[in-house]
Nanobody
Framework: QVQLVESGGGQVQAGGSLRLSCAAS????????TGWFRQAPGKERDVVAA????????AYADSVKGRFTISRDNAKNTVYLQMNSLKPEDTAVYYC????????????????WGQGTQVTVSS
């Protein structure tokens, strides 16, 4: 079992930055790929970024490429999402998720989820 806790969300103006953290406990988290997903009201849950267990490979949604960076520190059992140049359309609840395999862009292929953290970007 892996427990995930997100933090770092908040309200920011357009053009601003936030860094989300996903802290894990339980089994050896360094063996798990991690994804960040987001869900806005009335919309589906979409992938934002994902990273392999080693951090050697990453993937991003087209809408965030060049603005967001996913990284991980396995010594701290933590995955980060640095979000720069935020836009109002980035407003959503952000979730991290883990799976014992390579990363996936599909939310239904992840086994463990955090509770989510709200990100609100005002224009």
């Amino acid at each position: 079992q892996v427990q995930l806790v997100e933090s770092g969300g908040g309200q920011v103006q357009a053009g601003g930055s936030l860094r989300l953290s996903c802290a894990a406990s339980g089994r050896t988290y360094s063996n798990y790929a991690t994804g960040w997903f987001r869900q806005a009201p009335g919309k589906e849950r979409d992938v934002v970024a994902a990273i392999t267990w080693s951090g050697s490979s990453t993937a991003y949604a087209d809408s965030v490429k060049g603005r967001f960076t996913i990284s991980r520190d396995n010594a701290k059992n933590t995955v980060y999402l640095q979000m720069n140049s935020l836009k109002p359309e980035d407003t959503a609840v952000y979730y991290c998720a883990a799976r014992l395999a390579t990363y996936s862009r599909r939310w239904d292929e992840y086994n463990y989820w955090g509770q989510g953290t709200q990100v609100t970007v005002s224009s």
